[in-house]
């Protein structure tokens, strides 16, 4: 990769400039808002001079909402080869997308899973993204040049790509970031949280974000899938009431008062069910629920792959010219791992394939040049989606 766009200058788009622009690469840098452009620039993180000749990728680090329309309005003027964005959600902007008549064959939805602790360009670090899972959620129609662009980009930030169904991130998001955030919040208005006993030794209320404005679009934008989690959750919240309402006090209005007698109650408990009794088939019931989690049977594993580990040059155009190798093999990549060298020279890209064609795809790597070797035989692996989180 040599030349790259970012369009938006905030932390992520930022972040991703400076790492780009450390492993050599020409960044070019666009903001309605040119402060913050201002700022992005003077922390080195690129030019503000538009391009000379399209870059080879073309970074949207704007809302959810304004991705297909930023996306359309770039892809009519030609402003890049190919094109990404970071936005925390996947499924609707790429829906947008298709309903705005977007070329979705150089387009690959993205997602690095950091969590920056401000925003804005301030905020930024070159090595944010490093060693994070990135979220790519490439369609039927992306095409191969696009998506090798992109898994270069997220090379080059030293970040993990991790390929995944938009519908599949935007749930997993949903149940793992976004819905401990909306009860973080609802909790936030309880005075309780606020005493100081609450600050001795607890997590803040609030996720390390400064404005809930962002979170709101990406709630907004996923609604579906954080209903469907706040409705099993409901459930489940009422399910644990019923089970301690029997335990609760009949002096604070609610339950039978297990675990309270009269003296009436004391005088015959030799020809009644005793409370420890009473109480028994509750407990039960109270047990079962705490179990339940713990019963629960671990993610459905893929299915099994097999594992080609091969040598890469720490160089532009170098992971790029090995997917498009293994495209021209007519094999199809389920999942990749690149892992750097320490001196930053040499890393190694692990290609997880169908079992039966790693073998294969070793052999004809090697025939091309690259120093390539089967690492694992068709393991059965947990789902890698749950680094996601």
């Not at 190919?82 to 150089?106: F, H, N, W």
């Not at 155009?317 to 199809?332: H, I, K, Q, W, Y």
Request: aromatic share 2%; proline share 8%; charged share 25%.
């Amino acid at each position: 990769m040599r030349s790259a766009l970012i369009v938006g200058t905030g932390c992520v788009g930022t972040s991703v400039a400076l790492a780009l622009r450390a492993a050599g690469v020409t960044v070019h840098l666009a903001d309605g808002d040119r402060n913050a452009l201002r700022v992005a620039v003077s922390l080195g993180a690129g030019s503000a001079e538009p391009p000379a000749a399209p870059p080879d990728v073309a970074v949207l680090d704007v809302p959810p909402d304004d991705v297909a329309p930023t996306l359309g309005r770039l892809q009519k003027t030609g402003a890049a080869r190919s094109y990404t964005d970071v936005a925390g959600i996947k499924l609707r902007p790429q829906r947008e997308a298709l309903r705005a008549s977007c070329d979705m064959t150089r387009y690959v939805g993205g997602h690095p899973m950091a969590e920056p602790e401000h925003a804005g360009a301030l905020a930024a670090r070159e090595d944010l993204l490093r060693d994070r899972p990135w979220a790519l959620t490439p369609t039927e129609a992306t095409g191969t040049r696009a998506l090798n662009d992109v898994l270069e980009l997220v090379a080059l930030c030293g970040a993990t790509p991790v390929l995944v169904d938009a519908a599949r991130h935007d749930d997993i998001v949903a149940r793992t970031i976004q819905l401990p955030y909306l009860l973080k919040e609802l909790m936030s208005e309880d005075a309780a949280v606020r005493h100081p006993l609450a600050d001795r030794g607890l997590p803040p209320a609030r996720p390390a974000h400064p404005a809930p404005e962002p979170w709101g679009a990406l709630l907004a934008g996923n609604a579906d899938a954080v209903l469907r989690h706040l409705g099993a959750l409901d459930a489940g919240i009422h399910e644990a009431m019923a089970a301690l309402e029997p335990f609760a006090s009949a002096e604070a209005g609610t339950g039978t008062g297990l675990g309270t007698e009269t003296e009436t109650e004391t005088e015959t408990e030799t020809e009644t069910e005793t409370d420890a009794e009473r109480a028994a088939p509750a407990l039960r019931r109270l047990h079962a629920l705490l179990a339940r989690g713990a019963e629960r049977p671990a993610p459905t594993p893929v299915r099994a792959v097999g594992t080609v580990a091969v040598t890469v040059r720490d160089a532009p155009g170098e992971l790029a010219r090995l997917f498009a190798d293994v495209a021209a093999e007519g094999v199809s990549v389920r999942d990749v791992a690149i892992e750097h060298g320490p001196d930053h020279l040499l890393g190694t890209a692990e290609l997880l394939v169908g079992p039966a064609l790693a073998a294969e795809l070793a052999a004809a790597l090697r025939a091309r040049g690259w120093p390539a070797r089967l690492a694992r035989s068709a393991p059965v692996r947990p789902d890698p989606l749950k680094e996601l989180t």
